[in-house]
């Protein structure tokens, strides 16, 4: 993956069977051709927006939002829904419930 970050990546996160590059909208055709003359096959291949600071919610709130951003998801004239919120593994247990 060094090919992306010599094209202009600017983070490459490795999970368990792939790897998720961060890149610049200004540099991501350039990161993506680069890719692709390695002969490097990508599963996806999009942009998208990441927020730069998060709000962290409680039980209440969490719930709301888990239930706006589903109904937002589910209508169809809605393409892509972003978010800024976290929400703490020991709330999303206790939603589960």
Known sequence: MEVALDAGADDIQEGDQEFE????????DAVKKALEKEGIKYQAAELT??????????????EQIL???????????????????DIPESVMQQLSK
């Open 21 to 28: 590059v961060t890149i610049d909208p200004q540099k991501f």
């Open 49 to 62: 927006m990441y927020p730069q600071n998060t709000v962290t919610l409680d039980g209440k709130h969490a």
């Open 67 to 85: 239930r706006l951003m589903e109904l937002l998801e589910d209508n169809d004239d809605v393409q892509h829904v972003y978010a800024n919120f």
